[in-house]
């Protein structure tokens, strides 16, 4: 499994025919250096909530790829009106597709969906524990600390990918405290330093995360599971 980190908390996962990619937040994002249009055969696009630097540009994706998007089921009633491809989920849920396992995990934030001037109900927010060929990672899309992260340990999580940039999430402290809980065997840090009000230093989360093996990936930047 290759998973190539597009910066703020998009990911693009590949395992053979299957290129997922989550929270596709790319033409709004200012450390972005991808394009929407350089996006191929994306086979399927996660969103964990409704907000704007998650929800991006998912449809856009959707749209030029025939993508299947996985998201809660307010979050896909929402979608429909732009007839994209949709497969609701809830948290707590999993379910086996062709490519492998989804499962919709907790998460202590939230989902409205910015619409005009207009704010649509985006459901829960949520995260992903996603299983492709015996790879199992967790994106904990945008959350603060929970005691419940502590039942992730009981998936055996291979790559978990956590918040650390503060003021929206949990800060480094709290992430640092959430790997603790997952247990996976690599933690790789997210959505930090997009903006100034969630500059975080990733070195910093590393050096606290004393005694786990964490990755800490550029944009564009590649890992292998
Ligand atoms: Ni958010
Ligand atoms: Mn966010």
Do not use: Q, W
């Not at 996985?70 to 994209?84: D, S």
């Not at 929970?146 to 503060?166: C, K, R, S, V, Y």
Request: with cysteine; aromatic share 8%; proline share 3%.
């Amino acid at each position: 499994m290759k998973i190539t980190y597009l910066g703020h908390s998009a990911l693009v996962v590949e395992e053979g025919s299957f290129k997922g990619i989550i929270d596709p937040f790319i033409s709004g994002n200012p450390s972005s250096i991808a394009s929407v249009e350089g996006l191929k055969n994306i086979t399927h696009v996660f969103v964990t909530h409704g907000h704007g630097d998650h929800l991006g540009d998912a449809v856009e994706i959707a749209r030029n790829n025939n993508s299947l998007i996985i998201a809660n089921a307010e979050i896909c009633a929402y979608l429909n009106r732009f007839k994209v491809r949709t497969h609701s989920m809830h948290i707590g849920g999993r379910y086996r597709f062709d490519f492998g396992t989804v499962k919709m995990t907790t998460a202590l934030h939230g989902s409205g969906i910015t619409d005009g001037g207009n704010i649509i109900c985006g459901g829960n927010p949520c995260g992903f524990v996603i299983e492709v060929a015996g790879r199992k990672i967790y994106h904990a899309g945008d959350t603060g600390l929970t005691l419940d992260m502590n039942l992730l340990e009981d998936e055996n999580i291979d790559a978990a990918f956590l918040p650390i940039g503060g003021n929206y999430t949990m800060d480094i402290d709290d992430a640092v405290k959430a790997a603790r809980f997952v247990k996976a065997k690599v933690t790789v840090p997210i959505h930090y330093n997009t903006f100034g009000v969630i500059a975080a230093d990733p070195a910093d989360f590393l050096n606290k995360a004393k005694g786990l093996d964490v990755v800490i990936l550029g944009i564009n930047e590649s890992m292998n599971l």
